[in-house]
C-alpha cells in the first residue's frame, strides 16, 4: 500500500519544477518518519531529483514571544506560528530567490535554537511537514498534500511513548527541556503526559488540524502500530 500511495505520489509530481509536498497530521502521528521515508523513495527512483525535508517546527514564534502573543497552552497551535516568515521561504525556494534565515527548532530546549541555522541549497522538492503545514494560512501555490491520520487512543499512545523517552534522555543527561520531570515517578509522567495532552494537543487537533485535511490530496488512516488501514485520494480541483 505505501509503495502504492508513493508511486501515485510521485505521477502527480512535476519534476520539470520546483515543488513542495506538504504532510499533515496530528502531533506525534508520524509526519517526520513519513517525510523521512517519501524522500528516501524519491531519490532512490529519481537520482536527479534533490529532495529536503523542512519542518514547521522550525517557524515557531519563541517561547518569549508566545507567551506575550498568547499564552504557551497555546503553543503549536496557528496563533503559535509565524506564518509570514515560512511563507517567504516557501516562495523563495518555488521562484529561485534566496532563502531567508530559517532557525532551528530544539525539541530538547522546546524552544527556537537561535544558534542553529537550517540551509536549504539547491533542492528540486521540499517535503514540509507539520500540524500546520496543510492549513489555510500557509500559502503555497502548487504542490501535493498528505494527511496522517488516526485514532485517540493511538495518537495518545504514541505522544506518551515520545514523552517518555524524552524523559530518560533528560534523566541521562541532565539537559533538556524534560530535566525538570526527572524527580517524577512513572505513574507522575503518565499523569502530566494525560493532561498535557488532553488539554492542548487533542484540542488543537479537535480546533484546528483535523480540519486542514480538506486540503489534502490524500488522506492516511494509520492503525496502533503506524501499519496504514485505508488511504483516501481526494480531487482538490
Known amino acids: 500500500m505505501k509503495i502504492n ?3 501515485k505520489l510521485i505521477a502527480n509530481l512535476n519534476l520539470n519544477d520546483k515543488t513542495i509536498i506538504r504532510v499533515a497530521g496530528s502531533v506525534a502521528v508520524g509526519k517526520s518518519t513519513f517525510a523521512q521515508e517519501l524522500k528516501d ?3 532512490r527512483n529519481n537520482v536527479s531529483c534533490r529532495v529536503e525535508c523542512l519542518s514547521t517546527d522550525n517557524f515557531l514564534y519563541s517561547n518569549e514571544r508566545i507567551a506575550k502573543l498568547s499564552s504557551m497552552q497555546f503553543k503549536g497551535f496557528p496563533v503559535s506560528y509565524n506564518f509570514s516568515l515560512l511563507n517567504q521561504c516557501l516562495d523563495a525556494f518555488l521562484n529561485n530567490k534566496s532563502i531567508p534565515v ?4 530544539s525539541h530538547a530546549k522546546y524552544d527556537i535554537d537561535y544558534t542553529k541555522n537550517i540551509v536549504i541549497k539547491n533542492a528540486d522538492i521540499i517535503i514540509l511537514e507539520g500540524v500546520i503545514a496543510l492549513h489555510a494560512n500557509c500559502l503555497i501555490p502548487r504542490g501535493l498534500g498528505v494527511f496522517l491520520d488516526a485514532n485517540y487512543t493511538s495518537l495518545y499512545s504514541w505522544y506518551l511513548q515520545r514523552f517518555l523517552a524524552l524523559c530518560r534522555i533528560s534523566k541521562q543527561t541532565k539537559v533538556g527541556y524534560a530535566v525538570k520531570f526527572v524527580d517524577c515517578t512513572k505513574a507522575e509522567l ?3 503526559a494525560q493532561t498535557t495532552w488532553d488539554s492542548i494537543n487533542w484540542q488543537n487537533y479537535q480546533q484546528h488540524i483535523v480540519k486542514t485535511q480538506v486540503n489534502a490530496d490524500v488522506v ?5 502500530d ?5 488511504v483516501i485520494w481526494r480531487d482538490n480541483d
Open 190 to 192: 503518565i499523569n502530566i
Open 41 to 43: 523513495y524519491l531519490i
Open 220 to 224: 492516511i488512516a494509520k492503525n496502533s
Open 5 to 7: 500511495v508513493f508511486n
Open 226 to 230: 503506524h501499519s496504514w488501514n485505508n
Open 102 to 105: 530559517i532557525h532551528e527548532y
